[in-house]
Every structure is written in structure tokens, then in C-alpha cells.
């Protein structure tokens, strides 16, 4: 099946620091990645959506400058958080669909990314 | 806007047993996708099955089965001859099928807990 990647699998940083978090189709071109936010046994909420080559929708109540996002390829999205501080900490997912995919097709996830911010 | 209700927080079930996880939606859309979702400790998530609102037969998957009740708006999961690998968080997701191309978001529910005893 097809491969999403997340990069770093776990990332440690200071408050007020910005990290990078990197999200790649390995063996697919997508047309839209999705990122999305998980607390502990908590479910998913969607962050925003991003489509290559415009700017990314955010969910209400997201902010677009604290959470940059870059979808530059077909293959690479990038969540920025910037600034971050403690309750930016978080488990962080993307997920990604095929080029010219269906509704109903399969969105393929990252494996995430966890987030601490002393 | 679309709702995703998992009224079950935490299931058991014994191994080998069957196991019914519940799931109810609302939504004004005639056309959609209903998926169940797997997480297991890893966190990583896994499609288990899809179903197609279109379609009046439910979906299979080797052991897995939905229950897809689109006048009641309910889509339960039917796991038999559980296994402990079985054992994750599982969630019930909702896609609108008007936007092809990918960009159409999953809408989750809050997840059921599933334990698998020995």
C-alpha cells in the first residue's frame, strides 16, 4: 500500500523556538495533505488541509500563523509551528491523498510526529 | 456541518468472542463514505473497512463487517473471532462525496477503546 512519512518521529524543543515537521507520500503523488492534532485518548482534529501549490485551509479556531504550512510538491508537506510553547505540545499527524483520487478512496497516514515543548 | 458520534468510550471483548462497536452520523448529504479507522499503540492509523452510502450491501473484510443502517444513520463494526492484535483504539470517520480530487475531509468520532482479553 502506499507510504506516508513523518519526520521527526519525536522532537524535544524549547518554548519559543520553531520546529519543522515534514510529511512526504513516499511511493505516490498527493494532491491534498491533511494535518491534524491528537491529545491523549483523544481523536483526531483536523488542523487544516493543504493542496499543492496554494495556500492551506485552516479549521476554525486554528491559527494560520502559529501553524505555517508549506505544500510546495506532490510529495512534501510542511507543518511549521512557530514560536512554540508548552501547550503546543501535542501528537501531530498528517495524512495524504492520491492525485486525482476518489471520495471514496483511502487517505493514507503519517506516522506522526510527538511534539514537547518545555 | 457533519457529526461523527461514538457513544462507546471503552469496550472488552474475550478473545475469540465477537465484538459490536457503534457508531451514528448526521448529515443532510444523500452521497458519502463511512470508514472505520484502527490506532493501535503505535498510533499509527489503519483503514479496517469502507462502505459506500450508495451501496445497500455491507462491507466485509475478512473478520471485520459493518452493520450500515443509512435510514438510521448508524455503522457499526462487527469484529469476529477477536484477536489480541485487535486490541487499539478504533474510530468511525465520515467523508462527503461531492469533492473529488481528495481535498474532501474525514470527519472522526471521538474513538472506542478496544480491549482484547486473554
Known amino acids: 500500500g502506499a507510504v506516508v512519512s513523518q519526520h521527526p518521529s519525536r522532537v524535544i524543543c524549547k518554548s519559543g523556538t520553531s520546529v519543522k515537521i515534514e510529511c512526504r507520500s513516499l511511493?505516490?503523488?498527493?494532491?491534498?495533505m491533511f494535518w491534524y492534532r491528537q491529545f491523549p485518548k483523544q481523536s483526531l482534529m483536523l488542523m487544516a488541509t493543504s493542496n499543492e501549490g496554494s495556500k492551506a485551509t485552516y479549521e476554525q479556531g486554528v491559527e494560520k500563523d502559529k501553524f505555517l504550512i508549506n505544500h510546495a510538491s506532490l510529495t512534501l508537506s510542511t507543518l511549521t509551528v512557530t514560536s512554540a510553547h508548552p501547550e503546543d505540545s501535542s501528537f501531530y499527524i498528517c495524512?495524504?491523498?492520491?492525485?486525482?483520487?476518489?471520495?471514496?478512496?483511502?487517505?493514507?497516514f503519517g506516522p506522526g510526529t510527538r511534539l514537547t515543548v518545555l | 456541518a457533519q457529526t461523527v458520534t461514538q457513544s462507546q468510550p471503552e469496550m472488552s471483548v474475550q478473545e475469540a468472542e465477537t465484538v459490536t462497536l457503534s457508531c451514528t452520523y448526521d448529515?443532510?448529504?444523500?452521497?458519502?463514505?463511512l470508514f472505520w479507522y484502527k490506532q493501535p499503540p503505535s498510533r499509527q492509523m489503519i483503514l479496517v473497512i469502507r462502505?459506500?452510502?450508495?451501496?445497500?450491501q455491507n462491507a466485509t473484510e475478512n473478520r471485520f463487517s459493518v452493520n450500515f443502517q443509512k435510514a438510521a444513520k448508524s455503522f457499526s463494526l462487527k469484529i469476529s473471532d477477536s484477536q489480541l492484535g485487535d486490541a487499539a483504539m478504533y474510530f468511525c470517520?465520515?467523508?462527503?462525496?461531492?469533492?473529488?480530487?481528495?481535498?474532501?475531509?474525514?470527519?472522526f468520532g471521538k474513538g472506542t477503546k478496544l480491549t482484547v482479553n486473554p
Open positions: 511511493d505516490f503523488q498527493a494532491t491534498t
Open positions: 495524512s495524504a491523498s492520491a492525485l486525482r483520487g476518489a471520495p471514496g478512496d483511502e487517505q493514507f
Open positions: 462502505q459506500e452510502a450508495y451501496k445497500q
Open positions: 470517520a465520515y467523508r462527503s462525496a461531492w469533492d473529488w480530487g481528495g481535498s474532501e475531509k474525514l470527519v
Open positions: 448529515t443532510s448529504e444523500s452521497d458519502y463514505y
